[in-house]
């Protein structure tokens, strides 16, 4: 979901500020995927949830790719699915609503319409979800309407939702889907979680994926946190430099995750599990 472009460029000021004093080392440039340390030592198709995963131990990768046990699905995993399509089809709708020339103004109401009709969502959280698209379309509304003054470029369009890349030349998978790059190439993600180290690993992935294929650097990304099911939405933003330190962290997960699956190596149970683990069942 967009974020106010007031927000978007204090926090960039704030990134060239750390590229500057911390250069990113080219040697870990996703481009250079064809020599270590970007090389991966094998092409197993990771999924970045793989190599961001939740797990501290990694051992929901292990049943997975080793034991071949089913993850079971559940109600947080269903919710969070949910929530990501809700924004993306927010988001495709406006869009589509703007380029359409119909008096702006409307969108408020129309918007909203036509996302909850599209959508399905249960009785219990559906005032939730419907304060969480009046609160994007607002954002949006806000930034058509302010960028249209003048000769202002328009901040909010140049958002590509879903994007799909190849992450195979580092070892990912060939369908890896980013929620959305902005006009200036901050890779966005979104997350219905609290804030995690593992997605910092996850949207580092991202980046060196997309430097990988498009050969243009990807210094920054935002992580965009939507909370508070029952009360409010809430919604927070994470802004990171995609420093060399994250890179290498990116590169030595990714690596000990390869070494784990080919030589079937059992890790140890973590002794704190996240009750939505959707392997709490199988997992000894
Ligand atoms: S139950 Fe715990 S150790 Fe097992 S996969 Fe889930 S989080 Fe990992």
């Known amino acids: 979901m967009p974020i106010p472009s007031y927000v978007m460029l ?33 092409y197993l198709g990771l999924t970045v949830s793989e190599v961001a ?52 103004l409307n969108a408020y109401n129309d ?9 399905t969502i249960p009785e219990q959280i559906s005032n939730w979800v419907t304060s969480l698209v009046k609160y994007i379309v607002i954002q949006l509304l806000a930034e058509v309407l302010w960028s249209s003054v003048g000769d202002g470029i328009n901040p909010w369009l140049p958002w590509i939702s879903e994007v799909r890349v190849d992450g195979s030349l580092l070892g990912l998978s060939k ?11 901050v890779v966005v993600d979104f997350k219905v979680a609290k804030p995690s180290e593992n997605h910092r690993i996850a949207i580092t992935a991202y980046a060196m994926a997309l430097e990988a294929n498009l050969e243009v650097p990807i210094d920054y990304g935002l992580i965009i946190y939507v909370n508070g099911l029952g009360n409010t939405p809430k919604v927070s933003v994470e802004s990171l430099y995609i420093s060399s330190d994250l890179r290498k962290d990116f590169i030595d997960t990714r ?16 002794t704190s599990c996240s009750p939505t683990c959707p392997f709490k069942n199988s997992c000894r």
Request: positive net charge; charged residues 35%; glycine residues 4%.
């Open 10 to 42: 204090k926090e960039l000021r704030k990134l060239h500020m750390r590229r500057y004093q911390d250069p990113i080392d080219e040697s870990l440039r996703g481009w250079n995927w064809d020599r270590p340390p970007v090389k991966p030592r094998a």
């Open 53 to 104: 995963s939740y797990c501290p131990t990694k051992k929901d990768v292990w049943l997975r790719r080793v034991v071949k046990a089913v993850p079971e699905t559940n109600e947080a995993l269903k919710l969070g699915s949910l929530i990501h399509d809700v924004i993306h089809t927010t988001i495709e709708c406006f869009r589509r609503y703007v380029s359409s020339g119909v008096d702006i």
């Open 111 to 119: 918007v909203v319409d036509e996302v909850l009709k599209k959508s």
């Open 175 to 185: 369908n890896l889907r980013i929620d959305a790059i902005t006009g200036s190439n």
């Open 255 to 270: 690596d000990e995750l390869i070494d784990m699956i080919i030589s079937e190596r059992e890790p140890p149970k973590a």
